[in-house]
């Protein structure tokens, strides 16, 4: 009996590891997707599953971490995972440029960037990620600044006031937080 006790015991507590398998926003109804994928990680991959402008959780998996200084385990390189044709596949790596610009998301998408452009990334309904938005700071020769805006396969010119106002739709985003597993996830 007690034997028993012990195997539904463990049943209910992979249950529940296994819902609790991100931190931050998260569809706990759709980890389960990525339950194969995730067992597959490396000893040194963190992972987190986030809700953005995706019809299914979104998986971010990296090897790289740092403390951002919230406790959060930040970093500036992931690779994007998602379920497409009923298989879970790795659609893209998405990297900021240093770790003052961490990987952040929205209900938008996700977000990379530097101290001179960003870039806001989208997961099609076929499962593929694109460049959504990108913006970018330039100097000629004499330091003056140009800035544009890229949007699909359109690229012009903006004005600084609209670069900022686009680059502030990062530093409002949620920094992704990854974690090894659901023990992780709990702090």
Do not use: W
């Not at 994928?37 to 402008?53: C, S, Y």
């Amino acid at each position: 009996m007690d034997k028993a006790k012990k195997v539904v015991s463990c049943f209910i507590l992979c249950a529940l590891i296994l819902s609790l398998c991100a931190c931050g926003k998260e569809n706990k109804d759709n980890a389960a997707v990525y339950e194969e994928t995730i067992g597959g990680l490396e000893d040194d991959e963190l992972f987190v599953i986030i809700d953005t402008n995706a019809p299914l959780p979104v998986l971010l998996v990296t090897s790289q971490v740092y403390d951002d200084g919230t406790g959060k385990q930040a970093s500036i390189a992931c690779d994007v995972y998602y379920l497409a044709d009923n298989e879970v596949k790795k659609i893209g790596t998405i990297e900021s440029m240093g770790t003052a610009y961490p990987i952040a998301y929205d209900d938008t998408g996700i977000y990379t960037a530097s101290g001179h452009a960003m870039q806001r990334y989208e997961i099609e309904k076929s499962g593929t990620l694109k460049l959504a938005e990108g913006i970018l700071e330039q100097f000629d020769e004499n330091g003056n600044a140009s800035y544009t805006m890229t949007s699909g396969n359109e690229t012009k010119t903006i004005s600084e006031e609209d670069y900022y106002a686009a680059f502030e739709k990062y530093s409002n985003a949620t920094v992704v937080g990854f974690a090894y597993g659901a023990s992780d996830a709990a702090e």
